[in-house]
């Protein structure tokens, strides 16, 4: 067995930790490049959401490198994810690819399913070491995250720009050499240190940002334009609401604490929105109210082409300007989105982000809203 999975962010790091623990052969999916989309594109329904046509892509690369084997996060819906892996199998079955395709739902309520995919995927590994594998892959999501908010926070202080994203280069070179959860968590852990060295400016007072969205959109940088990035060069501090930790918190583990929290976070969104619309729009409105509450300059509210659940957000979010007055941009990305015009955006957000901050802007009665 040969496994894949869809590039998402950071995931790569945890699911190749945890299966290089379990001895199962990994075949990671190639960064996503534009050959990515174009094979993506190609190959899946036009109106399909764009995270399928990147899975797609991903799964047609992995496999022409031997994969035979993908597994996904699945979901219940209410919105489109309910259908990723169905969906996704009909087009690899129709393209003559016959791959094995292990659907994870979250286990919210049935763990005796989720027990059964994981014996199917473990083999004859024992409860035990499957157990520790899971926990030290945890760690790895952890401190992955950990990582990346050193890199946010420091890209929008450090002296000679380019110095965090030349480390972060380095750090994606280096782990995929490594083996194991142990060997990952180890690079992790000494480019966590060697981050948290890059020399930052003293006088500097960075916006603050909070990204809210769609989670494939905002946790994998090829698809939002390297925002992170380009707001960071801006000389802004970027606060991420959905996480890779974050999902894995929520889904995978008994934290009741955290679950607490993450209710108490949803409970702000109730004048506007009380129940899961899907994906992630109760978040996208909960979190835009509380990020507000904390502070923040502005938020941006990131999606796909014609993602249901955060165009329902995006219709309730001016009603959360006018109540909580901090401005709101919503940039939406597909296939076609050109660099250019987005970066113009994200520049005259953070201009007017900052004449807000400095007083000049008299009356700010608008946000900014829409395309
Ligand atoms: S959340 Fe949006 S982009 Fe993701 S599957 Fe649902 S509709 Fe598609």
Known sequence: MKVTFPHMGQVYLAIKGLLDDLGIEVVVPPPITEKTLEIGTKLSPEMACLPLKINIGNYVESIQKGADTIIIAGSCGPCRFGYYGVVQKEILKDLGYDVNM???????????????????????????????A?????????????????????????????????????????????????????????????LSQVEEKSDVLPLKIGLVGEIYTLIEPYVNLNVEKKLGYLGVEVYRSITLYEWVKLHLSLDVKYRMRHKRILRKAA???????????????ANTIYYSECGVDGV??????????????????????QDYGTPVMTLVVDEMTGEAGYFTRLEA???????????????????????
């Open 271 to 285: 004048p506007y929105l009380s129940l899961c619309v899907g994906g992630h729009a109760w978040q996208t409105i």
């Open 134 to 194: 899971f926990k030290r892959a945890s760690a790895i999501v952890k401190e992955a995250d950990e990582m990346l908010d050193i890199a946010l926070k420091k890209r929008a202080r450090e002296i000679n720009k380019g110095d965090v994203d030349s480390r972060l280069n380095c750090f994606e070179q280096e782990v995929l050499s490594r083996h194991g959860n142990d060997e990952i968590l180890e690079t992790i852990r000494k480019y966590k240190e060697i």
């Open 102 to 132: 292990i659907i994870f739902d979250p286990p919210n309520s049935d763990y005796g399913v989720f027990i059964d995919k994981i014996k199917k995927l473990a083999g004859k590994n024992s409860w035990i070491s499957v157990a520790q």
């Open 349 to 371: 957000f953070v201009d007017l982000l900052e004449q807000k901050r400095r007083g000049r802007v008299d009356g700010y009665k608008e946000g900014l809203f829409g395309n």
């Open 300 to 321: 941006i509210q990131i999606m796909p082409f014609g993602c249901m659940p955060e165009i329902v957000a995006e219709s309730i979010l001016p009603r959360v300007y």
